[in-house]
């Protein structure tokens, strides 16, 4: 069965600094990967995704990802944080076969400034 | 367009009670699913749907009952609400492109309490 951990459950950084945020996956086969962000009181956003190809993918507001087939990751990253992407971040891996996704426990940002 | 709703968004019970959330999707999708949200849990898949009749368990399942008698439709049923099944609820559907599943997107969730 496929898991997935998300070892930070809490990162704080700086307005304009860089943001990484780490996700191992275990799953037994190329699994489908994504990365999700939710604000207070929301529903998810889908940030980006991953089912082959090109390993650095691009989402949206400006983050990316990249699958590392080597290290079980698929860390997210963004060049500069804006106050506004203070937000929960959650990490998922889906099966190939219906679809079903396993999330991370999530990683709540803060950008202080 | 209105993607996934949910109905109702709060709702408060009391131990023993019953109650249906409703799921509804204007996107044609194949797929449902109804998931959990507890702190410090990420979210839990409790039953999803494959399509228009077929429901399947998920990870936490024992409580609940599901149903998908129309394809934009999936019903959450709780018969006999206990504390331990307040949480945030949320809906979410997908598609196939072919062969290719695609990413969930989601409703914007149910806050329910049970006291």
């Known amino acids: 069965a496929q898991s997935v951990t998300q070892p930070d459950i809490h990162i704080t950084v700086s307005e304009g600094a860089s943001l990484e945020l780490r996700c191992n996956y275990s799953?037994?086969?190329?699994?489908?990967l994504f990365w999700y962000v939710q604000s207070p009181g929301q529903g998810l956003q889908l940030l980006l995704k991953?089912?082959?190809?090109?390993?650095l993918v691009q989402g949206i507001k400006g983050f990316e990802a990249e699958f590392k087939r080597s290290q079980s990751s698929f860390n997210l990253r963004k060049p500069s944080v804006h106050w506004s992407d203070a937000a929960e971040y959650f990490c998922?891996?889906?099966?190939?076969?219906?679809?079903?996704?396993?999330f991370g426990t999530g990683t709540r940002l803060l950008v202080s400034p | 367009n209105a993607g996934v709703t949910q109905t109702p968004k709060f709702r408060v019970l009391k131990t023993g009670q019953s109650m249906t959330l409703l799921c509804a999707q204007d996107?044609?999708?194949?797929?449902m699913y109804w998931y959990r949200q507890d702190p410090g849990m990420g979210l839990r898949l409790i039953h999803y749907?494959?399509?228009?009749?077929?429901?399947a368990k998920g990870e936490v399942p024992d409580g609940y009952n599901v149903s998908r008698l129309k394809k934009q439709n999936f019903l959450l049923g709780l018969e006999s609400a206990a504390p331990s099944q307040t949480s945030v609820y949320f809906c979410?559907?997908?598609?196939?492109?072919?062969?290719?599943?695609?990413?969930?997107?989601f409703g914007p969730g149910t806050r329910l309490t049970v006291l």
């Open positions: 979410a559907s997908s598609y196939l492109t072919g062969t290719t599943h695609n990413e969930q997107f």
């Open positions: 799953y037994g086969a190329t699994p489908y």
């Open positions: 991953y089912f082959s190809g090109d390993t």
């Open positions: 998922a891996v889906g099966d190939r076969g219906f679809q079903k996704l396993v």
């Open positions: 996107m044609n999708h194949e797929y």
């Open positions: 749907s494959v399509g228009e009749g077929t429901t």
